[in-house]
């Protein structure tokens, strides 16, 4: 388990890289982005499902489900090079 450390972190463009806590371990990057992850066919992996009931006026009341599976965008090379400025040996990781 990875344990940051929140007080100083090194602003990206549009993303955060944060120090190891107490200095042991690699840096970590979070995501910057987050979108709908994509099916083998390309549509977005997105569903919405309506339940009812056989009678409208009985239990169980109607009720929907929304399905939505997400991917994270790290932009792990260009915070490596933004890292390697301050820290030339330092080592980054994704944080999951």
Same mark, same amino acid.
């Given at each position: 388990?990875?344990?940051?450390?929140?007080?100083?972190?090194?602003?990206?463009? $549009? !993303?955060?890289?944060?120090? #190891?806590?107490? $200095?042991?371990?690699?840096?970590?990057?979070?995501p910057?982005k987050?979108?709908?992850?994509?099916? #083998? $066919?390309?549509?977005?992996?997105?569903?919405?499902?309506?339940?009812?009931?056989?009678?409208?006026? +009985?239990?169980?009341? #109607? !009720?929907?489900?929304?399905?939505?599976?997400?991917?994270?965008?790290?932009?792990?090379?260009?915070?490596?090079?933004? +890292?390697?400025?301050?820290? #030339?040996?330092a080592? +980054?990781?994704?944080?999951?």
């Open positions: 388990m990875a344990v940051l450390d929140f007080q100083q972190p090194i602003r990206g463009n $549009g !993303y955060p890289i944060y120090y #190891p806590f107490e $200095g042991r371990g690699a840096h970590l990057l979070t910057d987050l979108s709908p992850a994509v099916r #083998p $066919g390309g549509l977005p992996d997105v569903q919405l499902q309506f339940y009812r009931g056989s009678n409208p006026m +009985l239990p169980p009341q #109607p !009720y929907g489900l929304l399905d939505i599976r997400l991917e994270a965008r790290y932009p792990f090379e260009e915070a490596l090079v933004k +890292l390697r400025e301050l820290h #030339p040996r080592r +980054l990781n994704r944080l999951y």
